[in-house]
T-cell receptor
Framework: GAVVSQHPSWVICKSGTSVKIECRSL??????MFWYRQFPKQSLMLMAT?????????EQGVEKDKFLINHASLTLSTLTVTSAHPEDSSFYIC??????????FGSGTRLTVV | GDSVTQMEGPVTLSEEAFLTINCTYT??????LFWYVQYPGEGLQLLLK?????DKGSNKGFEATYRKETTSFHLEKGSVQVSDSAVYFC??????????FGTGTLLAVQP
């Protein structure tokens, strides 16, 4: 079964509302998780590195206030898209670095902002 | 910074044809190299990896060799099947432990 659980798998929200996406590491205590964004027919763009118990590290060009990341425990990181707009519609994927097992990805969340 | 360049797709092949998807990288130090596969409607899965020069990663008939001299990690398979149709991503993990992806190559295998 999946060792990285991402929820929800898809969500539709209205413009101006906020959406929270959860990423759970089911069998590994993850001090570090990663959040990616994938545009249609394009690669995965690393948005930020989520660090347990401390602030996330954002990649250049990613708005910290728009994409809030919280990593409050070793098994859960959340990404909140605040005041969502249609251009935020995308596929968001989390990843856990599981030591010798390498990187494992969640199944992704399709966000559609209408 | 670190980067990965892979050949643009789509790549369309007939069943049992030979597959090569080129991947080159730029990185400081000695990164680990990966190929990930994304089947339609599914999440990313690790296909194979190599952690040092001259290592060969292999899985499900796919192979890739870590070539430091040419900074390449080309993916090959001797005989593709329809079930291999997917998007293939080359990636590296360097000193920062971040996974950096190429743009992905769509492979379509026709019966």
């Amino acid at each position: 079964g999946a060792v990285v659980s991402q929820h929800p798998s898809w969500v539709i929200c209205k413009s101006g509302t906020s959406v929270k996406i959860e990423c759970r590491s089911l069998d590994f205590q993850a001090t570090t998780m990663f959040w990616y964004r994938q545009f249609p027919k394009q690669s995965l763009m690393l948005m930020a590195t989520s660090n347990e118990g401390s602030k996330a590290t954002y990649e250049q060009g990613v708005e910290k206030d728009k994409f809030l990341i919280n990593h409050a425990s070793l098994t859960l990181s959340t990404l909140t898209v605040t005041s969502a707009h249609p251009e935020d519609s995308s596929f968001y994927i989390c990843s856990v670095e599981r030591g010798v097992y390498g990187y494992t990805f969640g199944s992704g969340t399709r966000l559609t902002v209408v | 910074g670190d980067s990965v360049t892979q050949m643009e797709g789509p790549v369309t092949l007939s069943e049992e044809a030979f597959l090569t998807i080129n991947c080159t990288y730029t990185a400081t130090g000695y990164p680990s190299l990966f190929w990930y596969v994304q089947y339609p409607g599914e999440g990313l899965q690790l296909l194979l990896k190599a952690t040092k020069a001259d290592d060969k990663g292999s899985n499900k008939g796919f192979e890739a060799t870590y070539r430091k001299e040419t900074t390449s990690f080309h993916l090959e398979k001797g005989s593709v099947q329809v079930s291999d149709s997917a998007v293939y991503f080359c990636a590296l993990s360097g000193a920062t432990n971040k996974l950096i992806f190429g743009t992905g190559t769509l492979l379509a295998v026709q019966p």
